[in-house]
């Protein structure tokens, strides 16, 4: 596999790679969580998903050896830690008691902005006002979707909002583990995360969520087990590593392709109706991002 990725050629062409694996990966998170929530404590799917992932990456860790981190690593694997084991699962979860998944797929098209934005803030990075201009279009775009699938502007529901600030709280943690993760390994960023958040995790799982239905079904276990194997877990793995090696604002972009993946995986696992709006308004977001990645993308050592 390894040959196979570098005849890629460029660093830039092997982070789209991995970045891509990632997407496709992530892509499912909504419809396996509507699955999962139907039937489960949406705080117990939201936050004790990253207790199985933590067991794993405990696990992996103990298994090689790796070492602890560096002191000065510690900050960004906290902010890593509450923003994409914390903040983008909880938010999400409740988002989708409330909103269908095909529309939360599309809703999040706007996370590559975000993850944009938190690379020039955090990773150093400087888009040009080209690729601004492209991301700012598509940003538009989901919100106009987001309007007439409301009904005008006072039909943005509450559990758009939260999928906004999951949006951000993933953008956050995407750009701090992209950081870290030109230092270190991108699994090892991912497993630290959640090796730390435990104790947290615990506290909250235990105080917060209701009982937990040990008879819910087979589909609803088999969603937050994917959440908790893949979607909290393995993705990172490749995502982190792309990220690292294409650059956050480049690689982030890829996640337009995400509403692709989530609309498809809702008709197929939820038979949830995509029509012709959610399909125009998706492949209006991934053109204008298509269009953003030919810009230049300057980083700041």
Same mark, same amino acid.
């Given at each position: 596999m390894t040959r196979s990725v570098k005849s890629l050629g460029s660093r830039d062409a092997q982070g789209l790679f991995y970045g891509l694996i990632g997407v496709l990966i992530f892509g499912l998170t909504l419809p396996?969580?509507?699955?999962?929530? /139907?039937?489960?404590?949406?705080?117990?799917?939201?936050?004790?998903?990253?207790?199985?992932a933590a067991l794993c990456a405990g696990l992996l860790l103990l298994v090689t050896r790796? /070492?602890?981190? /560096?002191?000065?690593?510690?900050?960004?694997?906290?902010?890593?830690?509450?923003?994409?084991?914390?903040?983008?699962p909880?938010?999400?979860?409740?988002?989708?008691?409330?909103?269908?998944a095909a529309h939360g797929g599309v809703v999040l098209a706007i996370l590559p902005l975000a993850t944009a934005v938190a690379g020039s803030l955090f990773g150093g990075e400087r888009?040009?006002?080209?690729?601004?201009?492209?991301?700012?279009?598509?940003?538009?775009?989901?919100?106009?979707?987001?309007?007439?699938?409301?009904g005008g502007i006072g039909g943005i529901s509450f559990g758009d909002l939260l999928l906004v600030i999951a949006v951000i709280c /993933?953008?956050?943690?995407?750009?701090?583990?992209?950081?870290l993760a030109r230092d270190m390994a991108g699994w090892r960023v991912i497993c630290w995360a959640l090796v730390i958040a435990v104790p947290f995790l615990l506290l909250?799982?235990?105080l917060a969520s209701g009982p937990i239905n040990w008879q819910a079904g087979v589909?609803?276990?088999?969603?937050?087990?994917?959440?908790?194997?893949?979607?909290q877990f393995l993705g990172f793995f490749a995502w982190n590593h792309g990220l690292a090696l294409?650059?956050?604002?480049?690689?982030?972009?890829?996640?337009?392709?995400?509403?692709?993946?989530?609309?498809?995986?809702?008709?197929?696992?939820?038979?949830?109706?995509?029509?012709?709006?959610?399909?125009?308004?998706a492949l209006a977001v991934v053109a204008s991002v298509m269009a953003g990645r030919r810009t230049q993308v300057r980083r700041v050592p």
């Open positions: 396996t969580t509507r699955i999962a929530v /139907a039937e489960l404590d949406p705080v117990f799917v939201g936050l004790g998903r990253a207790l199985p790796t /070492a602890i981190p /560096a002191r000065r690593h510690w900050w960004n694997l906290a902010i890593t830690s509450g923003g994409i084991v914390f903040g983008f909880v938010f999400a979860t409740i988002a989708m008691a409330t909103v269908p888009p040009s006002l080209a690729f601004w201009f492209f991301g700012l279009m598509g940003a538009a775009l989901v919100f106009a979707f987001v309007v007439v699938r409301g /993933a953008a956050v943690g995407y750009a701090k583990g992209g950081v909250i799982v235990l589909g609803a276990w088999s969603g937050f087990f994917y959440v908790a194997l893949f979607s294409g650059g956050i604002a480049r690689v982030g972009q890829l996640q337009l392709l995400q509403p692709f993946v989530t609309l498809l995986a809702s008709a197929l696992l939820l038979a949830e109706a995509v029509g012709w709006i959610e399909i125009a308004f």
